[in-house]
T-cell receptor, first 112, second 114 residues
Framework: SQQGEEDPQALSIQEGENATMNCSYKTSINNLQWYRQNSGRGLVHLILIRSNEREKHSGRLRVTLDTSKKSSSLLITASRAADTASYFCATTYGGSQGNLIFGKGTKLSVKP | DGGITQSPKYLFRKEGQNVTLSCEQNLNHDAMYWYRQDPGQGLRLIYYSQIVNDFQKGDIAEGYSVSREKKESFPLTVTSAQKNPTAFYLC?????????????FGPGTRLLVL
């Protein structure tokens, strides 16, 4: 069963613009992670935010978590053509034994 | 050079045939996972193993089987009972020691039906 739902499903922007992707989930979580997938490749971990954290930064990435709304957002600033990929949120919760529950992803296209 | 390898990159299956996808890791991770990804979709968990000689069914285990005889290896067999096997298969591993540590993914195997 898929816990997370990303929004939008697809996003197209120009190089240099910021990209914001949102993720909503259903049950209380231990943490939420964001992964990136280039076309036809495996997933790469980007960032993890724990349920007691509200915001986290890593380079050009900024993640926020609102547990009251059961939602998270991923902001990529000053986007580059190389950021073109699909982005997935994934959650773990108390009964998941550390297993990740993935959303369907946002497909980001950054035009040069 | 640590990581997860999957082979083959592409695999073709004939009707009624069982095929096995390989997944090997040298990260010394305890837990390993198999996911299926259909076009435009997220990942769905097929099987997972938290420790050698033990594995559990995920959300879509029907038509698949696994083994975990060695810590480094977690092969997935797609049996003839899996009627719609065409998909992208991803293997991942995780170091145990607390909930939700990062999973590390292999490059994937694309399975196609002839």
């Amino acid at each position: 069963s898929q816990q997370g739902e990303e929004d939008p499903q697809a996003l197209s922007i120009q190089e240099g613009e910021n990209a914001t992707m949102n993720c909503s989930y259903k049950t209380s979580i231990n943490n939420l992670q964001w992964y990136r997938q280039n076309s036809g490749r495996g997933l790469v971990h980007l960032i993890l935010i724990r349920s007691n954290e509200r915001e986290k930064h890593s380079g050009r990435l900024r993640v926020t978590l609102d547990t009251s709304k059961k939602s998270s957002s991923l902001l990529i600033t000053a986007s580059r053509a190389a950021d073109t990929a699909s982005y997935f949120c994934a959650t773990t919760y108390g009964g998941s034994q550390g297993n990740l529950i993935f959303g369907k992803g946002t497909k980001l296209s950054v035009k040069p | 050079d640590g990581g997860i390898t999957q082979s083959p990159k592409y695999l073709f299956r004939k009707e009624g045939q069982n095929v096995t996808l390989s997944c090997e890791q040298n990260l010394n991770h305890d837990a390993m996972y198999w996911y299926r990804q259909d076009p435009g979709q997220g990942l769905r968990l097929i099987y997972y193993s938290q420790i050698v000689n033990d594995f559990q069914k995920g959300d879509i285990a029907e038509g698949y089987s696994v083994s975990r005889e060695k810590k480094e290896s977690f092969p997935l067999t797609v049996t003839s009972a899996q009627k719609n096997p065409t998909a992208f298969y991803l293997c991942a591993s995780r170091k145990r020691g607390g909930p939700g540590e990062t999973q590390y993914f292999g490059p994937g195997t694309r399975l196609l039906v002839l």
